[in-house]
């Protein structure tokens, strides 16, 4: 068998589980724009940009789009089976968007993607098919990439390596006196020098109490002696992206800090722990949340245990101890619990971890133990 066939047998794959899950869930088609879900159903790789592009895919299987005409040589190499609709910026989309109506059924119960489609895309379908039709198939969709193949496991151990290699040379660099943009830049040129196809998301580099805000910018605020250093980062390989969190110290980490961290190492502990078949997604949050709590850092807790990774950052599932669904070989997520004190610093240790049948398998293999350097 070929590449090109081997190509199409699991793109063929992906689409029939696509509509499994819309005859499930009783939906007639779903709309999907470029992104996560458009390159796993066509495998082109499209902007999400100012000109309208849509993929439509129904229960029958049928796939139609309506695709900028400057993009037509990819679009049509890449879907050549599509019944696909060009426009010209001339024209304008409304026309072809018309002719899709007709095309999948003006009478059609259509699903969107809910955290990913504009209000431009939204309105538009809307003024078709009607508000009532157009609905938010958000949790349908959560089912279709939520099981990593051998593949974008591949390509994620790879994006993981290429990460960790870098901030182990940033590390070896030296920390001390320089800005979070110094480091956030030198850990950018690392990845890419170790063969990174680019970056998860821009680093998350915060110095002292800047680490106390999770998501807080990197800025201009100098690495010190005593300080702790938050890296939140990744490196992007293939279709998979990386997330990984570390905090280390700058010279020496005093008592109190590291009574804090200690905390944070053992709920990280907590929550791998719980990773395997035989448990909920939700127990994870909660047995790493049940060492945050029941410590003397209680009230520093600021968000859940983790999150879905792939080809997105975050998606399903969600690691958070409401969610009941069963673990299951083949997802992926993080482990990343976290403690925030506002004005002095903020820790939080983050491991990307794989579900198999016997348990898990923790990708990451950075240290978690106190680190301190120059």
């Known amino acids: 068998m070929n590449i090109s066939n081997e190509v199409n047998q699991a793109l063929r794959a992906k689409r029939e589980l696509a509509v499994d899950l ?39 299987g049928d796939q139609f789009a309506v695709i900028p005409s400057l993009e037509k ?23 072809a968007l018309k002719q899709l109506w007709v095309a999948v059924g003006v009478n059609k119960v259509l699903g969107i993607e809910g955290m990913r489609m504009r209000a431009a895309e939204f309105h538009a379908l809307s003024h ?11 949790t349908t969709l959560s089912s279709l990439r939520i099981f990593k193949d051998a593949d974008e496991l591949a390509d994620l151990s790879r994006a993981i390596e290429i990460s960790e290699r870098a901030l182990n040379e940033v590390y070896d660099g030296g920390i001390g006196a320089r800005s979070e943009l110094e480091i956030s830049g030198r850990l950018k040129a690392a ?26 910018d990197s800025g201009n605020r100098v690495v010190m002696p005593g300080d702790a250093l938050l890296v939140d980062f990744g490196a992007s390989y293939g279709t998979m992206h990386a997330d990984i ?20 190492m053992r709920a990280n502990e907590a929550g791998r722990s719980a990773v395997g078949p035989k448990n909920t997604v ?28 792939g080809r997105e950052v975050h998606e399903a599932p969600q690691v958070m101890v409401t969610n009941t669904q069963k673990q299951e070989p083949g997802m992926v997520f993080t ?17 990307n971890v794989v579900v198999t049948d016997q348990g898990h398998v923790c990708l990451t293999q950075q240290s978690r133990e106190i680190l301190t350097y120059a």
């Not at 078709?128 to 958000?138: I, S, T």
């Not at 969190?245 to 944070?264: G, I, K, P, Q, S």
């Open 245 to 264: 969190t570390r905090t280390v110290f700058c010279e020496h980490c005093d008592e109190n800090d590291a009574a804090l961290y200690e905390v944070v």
């Open 128 to 138: 078709l098919w009607g508000n009532e039709n157009v609905v938010d198939a958000d």
């Open 282 to 309: 939700g127990q994870v949050d909660l047995e790493a949340t049940e060492v945050l709590a029941s410590s003397q850092f209680k009230d520093l807790i600021l968000h859940k245990t983790g999150h879905g990774l």
């Open 73 to 95: 040589y990819k679009w049509s190499h890449g879907m050549p089976s599509s019944n696909t609709i060009y426009w010209k910026d001339t024209e304008g989309p409304f026309d």
């Open 335 to 351: 482990v990343e619990p976290g403690l925030y004190l506002k004005g002095k610093l903020g820790v939080r240790i983050e491991d």
């Open 22 to 60: 819309m005859i499930r869930d009783n939906l007639d088609a779903i709309a999907f724009v470029p992104g996560a879900n458009f390159l796993y159903l066509t495998n082109v790789n499209l902007h999400l940009m100012e000109r309208l592009t849509l993929f439509v895919l129904t229960r029958e």
């Open 191 to 216: 990845m890419l020098a170790h063969g990174a196809s680019g970056f998860a998301f821009e680093p998350i580099v915060l110095a002292g109490q800047g680490a106390a805000n999770p998501h807080g």
